[in-house]
Every structure is written in structure tokens, then in C-alpha cells.
């Protein structure tokens, strides 16, 4: 019985986690340029005791022990606003962006200008050129990016947007405020590389399918509750009338 409740235990504890993702991919719908992640599981089989006094050999159990969430690289749904300071990116590129914890990596292009004149992406992350971050004067009007990523304003140039990618993209990290970090060194794009102006990239987060798989896991969640605590009243009727046969 104990192990029944340990086995369902597991089980609990990886429909918990991916709740969390599921959840995570749901909240990030409307994100530009999120990247939806899914849970994976495998089973774990437990090492089986062993002693000559045993009277039959040990059953082995299955557990269920949690694999990671790997990240979906799918492109997602480009939308078209017209605005010159939205970009998109290649399928496998990403920008750099300076944080409290160093350089990150993101693929939210909805870009901005803050107040001290800096491109920033919508999270507020300064957005880095070849040379540092991009920034605009007071006086400079009509800022634009091309599709080399060249950065420019009324008064000329201000920079070149950075742009690189990963030989395992997969191993990103995510970090929060739809940004990654990488335990690889980010190689750059090339000069070749191209960005789509006046749009940018969507959730690839499939709201339809997400949503259905979260009613789906609840459900298996709650029931396995109700298993749990029906075994859990089994195991005390058990210890009780065991107590009143022994008295």
C-alpha cells in the first residue's frame, strides 16, 4: 500500500509540472516572439532489494521521473503592422539584449525607444548593436531599421542591430521577460542575414491544443487525488482493524 501511494505520489508530482508549462504556454499567447515549451517524462524503474530470507523476489516499481521541457523552435504567425521599428527574424537567429545578468538572447521583435533615447524591446531590455546598445538624440526624428538591420534616423546611421544563433538552439534557457540564456557562445549571424521590417512574430503557442490539454491534465491531477486519498482511507481502516484484532 505504501508503494501504491508513492507510485501515484510520482505520478501527481509530473502532472503538477506540467501544469506549470502548459499554464506558462498559455499566459504567453499574446507574447511576441515566445517560444511554447512541452513536458517530457519518463519511467523510472526502482533497483530491487535482495536477501537469501526473502520468501519470493522483489517486485521492481515504476515511477514516473521528470525529462525537462524542451523548447518548440516553431517560427510563429507573422503579423504585419507597418510599424519601422517592428522587425522579425530568420528562423534560427535571435537578438541580443542587454540585462541586469549580462547579455540574453530574444526573438521579440515589437521594438521601442525608451525615455534616455535607447532601442529597447518591449520588456525594456536594451536591444545591441555591433557597437553597444543603440540610442537616438533628442532632436532625431523618423528611426527606421532595415533589413540588413541597419539602424537610422533623420540624421544618418546609428548602428547595425546584432544578430547571432546556436549550433543547439535547444539548449537555450529561458529566463523570464521572453529572453534566454545560453551555455554555448552565441555565434553571429553573418552578414547576410535579413530581417522582416514592419512586423513581427507571434506565439507559436497553439492556444486551441493548449487549452484542451490543460482541462485534460487537471482532470487526470484531480483524479489522481481522489485515488490518493481513497488509498490513503484504505491504509487507516487497514492499521485500525489490525489494532482491534491484535487487542
Request: hydrophobic share 40%; net charge neutral.
Amino acid at each position: 500500500m505504501e508503494n501504491a501511494l508513492l507510485v501515484g505520489l510520482s505520478r501527481q508530482m509530473a502532472l503538477a509540472r506540467e501544469l506549470d508549462v502548459i499554464a506558462n504556454n498559455v499566459a504567453n499567447v499574446g507574447t511576441n516572439g515566445f517560444k511554447a515549451r512541452s513536458a517530457r517524462f519518463a519511467e523510472f524503474i526502482s533497483p530491487g532489494a535482495r536477501a537469501d530470507t526473502f520468501p519470493s523476489a522483489d517486485r521492481r516499481l515504476s515511477y514516473v521521473i521528470d525529462r525537462g521541457s524542451p523548447i518548440d523552435l516553431s517560427t510563429g504567425a507573422l503579423e504585419r503592422t507597418g510599424n519601422p521599428l517592428d522587425i522579425a527574424l530568420q528562423a534560427d537567429n535571435y537578438l541580443v539584449v542587454q540585462t541586469p545578468q549580462g547579455e540574453r538572447y530574444t526573438r521579440a521583435g515589437s521594438l521601442d525607444i525608451n525615455a534616455r533615447g535607447q532601442l529597447v524591446t518591449q520588456s525594456g531590455q536594451p536591444v545591441l548593436g555591433d557597437g553597444g546598445p543603440i540610442v537616438f538624440g533628442e532632436s532625431e526624428s523618423n528611426p527606421r531599421i532595415a533589413a540588413d538591420g541597419t539602424v537610422s534616423s533623420d540624421q544618418g546611421q546609428r548602428g547595425r542591430i546584432r544578430q547571432v544563433r546556436f549550433d543547439n538552439p535547444r539548449a537555450l534557457q529561458s529566463e523570464g521577460d521572453n529572453v534566454f540564456s545560453s551555455t554555448a557562445a552565441a555565434q553571429p549571424a553573418g552578414p547576410l542575414a535579413r530581417l522582416e521590417t514592419g512586423a513581427f512574430e507571434r506565439s507559436n503557442v497553439k492556444a486551441v491544443a493548449e487549452m484542451t490539454r490543460l482541462v485534460e491534465v487537471q482532470r487526470a491531477y484531480q483524479n489522481m487525488s481522489a485515488l490518493l486519498a481513497k488509498t490513503d482511507e484504505l491504509r487507516g481502516k487497514a492499521i485500525s482493524r489490525l489494532a482491534d484484532q491484535q487487542a
